[in-house]
């Protein structure tokens, strides 16, 4: 769905798991700009918890992958001074659950450095929070916690819902001169999926993707739920339900035009979040389209996290709390009848 | 390093009155001291609102402190920051008119009294959030650290500051990584409206650099010599590439906690008994004794300082104000 002049493809297409696109992705652009370090818990040797740093270390050097103590608002503080001493620091926060021990780094420091400063300096910090269920990590480490920081001017979000999203993504956010969390999804680790590996697949700050046109009904969604909602329409396809996904991609600033765009056409809208519909994104994207006059055909319906629980560990609950395919499908089919 | 300043007498007199670099300290104190008591009455005329937190007593701390650092080294400060941004050389000019929340501000208006920041003086952020000073200091001396850069950053935070936790997290990472950083406690003896002792577990807060395998030395803050000193051998130390310093300024705020505090928890006869050992007063004594300034001329350069500061406020009076237009640029870069 990109619209603007990019550079042409110049490298092959190929297979390569989320986390081995994350990896590439964070080396194409410390080889691109001796600025950008990696820095975060586990980040060296053992290439992150989560491996999504393999073979940064043994390409780059100890200077430019810093291992840090386990002190993420102390860390993230370390980031912002490089960030406007010179550097541009991609920092790793292992679980997404970690990053509200950073509050006043995240909350206070790197959206408002820059505005209260009276605009004297750029803020060209990455900060990466792998987050989301699925993979029995109970309560703690369980979070997408993708909303938590959407009310933060100065911040921009990202939310990268597949291998080729997930190198365009965080290339484009290494390249801001602002700072950008980016929130990867543990469950989507060892997806694969076709990534070009240069710059043409470096996404537009602020764009959704249609992962799938459709004319029935337009199903918005983020992260892991962006996946379960492709995997959704095409088994609805099936039963002759065209459902259009959006993945939306950045969660500020927000791309509403291309769901206004696509809710225009099918009249009928869903939102999927791995997170309570309470003041989240999938609430404003709602919010927005009422407020803009968009006509419904049908209410507009919300596929998430119950409020009235948290995430369990019991491999059994938790996959009763967080939105199935089954799930997704049923209220896309309820919303279509 | 060693916390040994109190054989440090001058023996030798000054060259020439004008060569002695104690001489601008004096100057730079009286202008913190003159720019403090003008913010007080500035909010009185309604030119400056919000709050305010003032430094008068501890000027010592941050002229001496600073005037250790290179013109390419990098500060990191506080909300009580004005006598650390002036004493980097900020224009008072540009510190009232941010104050008054005016365009011709360092910051252009937009972050008032507690974010006097300006880069072309290296001095990269002042922080209304305690501890932030010290870890954004940290990432500064890293950066330079990384890049080759032979720079040192200096931190400032209050008492308060060091019973948070990021005070303590980027000791341990300056410390690990080495970092050419030279953090400065001021120990004002109060963490807002709390005495020190009712918050704090130790006297000596140059105690908790121990616990990062770094040095702590205590100083005394009123004694801008010593301070100098003091600092001047951190930062060596940090340049030469031997790490982190942690040092205490035992130091007091004349004033309450902000514009709002009267300050009415401290003993009868604290304020007083520290008002007799006052820094500029210190320094004043030290010059006239050994002829470096007299009383006369002391005189006359606080009302040439005086002079100045009311010109500066004046000036910065008559700044317009920034528009919401020139403001949204600074939300994301261009």
């Known amino acids: 769905m990109q619209t603007e002049a990019r550079p042409a493809q110049t490298a092959p297409t190929v297979e390569m798991t989320y986390r081995e696109a994350v990896a590439a992705a964070i080396m194409d652009e410390m080889a691109a700009d001796p600025a950008v370090i990696l820095m975060g818990e586990d980040v060296g040797a053992s290439g992150g918890v989560f491996k999504t740093n393999e073979g940064v270390v043994e390409r780059f050097g100890e200077a430019r992958v810093l291992n840090t103590p386990i002190c993420e608002n102390g860390f993230l503080g370390v980031a912002l001074g490089m960030a406007v001493t010179g550097l541009r620091p991609v920092v790793e926060i292992m679980f997404s659950d970690f990053l509200p021990t950073a509050g006043d780094a995240i909350v206070n420091e790197l959206p408002k450095f820059r505005f209260m400063s009276g605009g004297q300096t750029r803020v060209p910090i990455t900060v990466r929070a792998i987050g989301g269920g699925t993979g029995r990590f109970g309560t703690q480490h369980s979070a997408t916690g993708e909303s938590w920081y959407l009310q933060l001017p100065g911040l921009k979000v990202a939310a990268a819902a597949s291998p080729s999203a997930a190198y365009g993504l965080l290339r484009a956010a290494i390249r801001e001169d602002d700072p950008v969390l980016v929130f990867e999804h543990k469950g989507l680790l060892l997806r694969r999926g076709a990534v070009v590996r240069d710059a043409s697949s470096i996404r537009e700050v602020g764009r959704a993707a249609v992962v799938r046109s459709g004319s029935d009904v337009t199903v918005v969604a983020t992260l892991l739920m962006a996946d379960r909602a492709l995997t959704a329409a095409e088994q609805l396809s099936q039963e002759g339900i065209d459902a259009e996904v959006i993945d939306l991609q950045w969660l500020r600033p927000l791309d509403f035009d291309a769901v206004e765009r696509s809710v225009r056409r099918t009249g009928r809208l869903v939102v999927v979040e791995e997170q309570v519909h309470l003041a989240g994104w999938g609430a404003t994207v709602i919010s927005e389209l009422a407020m803009r006059g968009v006509q419904f055909a049908r209410p507009p319906r919300a596929v998430s996290l119950p409020d009235d629980v948290l995430v369990p560990y019991s491999p059994a609950l938790e996959d009763q709390v967080i939105p199935s395919v089954d799930a997704i499908a049923t209220t896309i089919r309820e919303t279509c009848g | ?334």
């Open chain 2, 1 to 334: 390093m060693t916390p040994n300043t109190s054989d440090q007498s001058v023996t030798a007199a000054p060259p020439h009155p004008a060569a002695d670099g104690r001489i601008a300290w004096y100057r730079r104190m009286l202008e913190i001291r003159a720019f403090e008591d003008r913010v007080q009455e500035l909010f009185m005329d309604g030119l400056v609102e919000g709050t305010t937190h003032l430094c008068q007593g501890q000027e010592a701390v941050s002229v001496g402190a600073i005037n250790a650092l290179g013109a390419d080294d990098y500060l990191t400060i506080t909300y009580r920051g004005h006598g650390q941004a002036l004493a980097r050389g900020m224009s008072p000019e540009a510190a009232f008119a941010e104050l008054m929340g005016r365009a011709d501000g360092c910051c252009h208006g937009v972050g008032g009294s507690m974010h006097l920041t300006d880069f072309s003086r290296g001095l990269i952020g002042s922080f209304a959030i305690i501890g932030a000073s010290f870890s954004v200091a940290v990432g500064a001396a890293m950066a330079a650290k990384l890049q080759g850069r032979p720079v040192v950053a200096m931190a400032f935070c209050g008492d308060g500051a060091t019973n948070i936790g990021t005070f303590h997290e980027a000791l341990n990472m300056a410390s690990l990584w080495k970092a050419p950083v030279v953090f400065v406690v001021e120990n004002n003896l109060y963490g807002e409206y709390s005495p020190l002792r009712s918050t704090t577990s130790v006297d000596d807060l140059a105690d908790r650099a121990k616990a990062n395998g770094m040095p702590g030395v205590i100083v005394d803050g009123q004694d801008i010599v010593a301070v100098h000193e003091t600092a001047t051998a951190a930062v060596a130390r940090a340049r030469s590439g031997k790490g982190p310093t942690l040092i205490e300024a035992k130091t007091y705020r004349y004033r309450g906690h902000s514009r709002t505090d009267p300050a009415a928890y401290r003993p009868a006869g604290e304020l007083d008994a520290w008002k007799k050992r006052d820094p500029i007063a210190l320094l004043g004594a030290t010059l006239a004794a050994e002829q470096v300034l007299s009383a006369e001329d002391q005189k006359a350069l606080a009302r040439d300082v005086q002079k100045s500061v009311d010109a500066a406020s004046e000036k910065a009076a008559t700044s317009r104000v920034a528009t919401m237009e020139e403001m949204r640029h600074f939300v994301y870069a261009d």
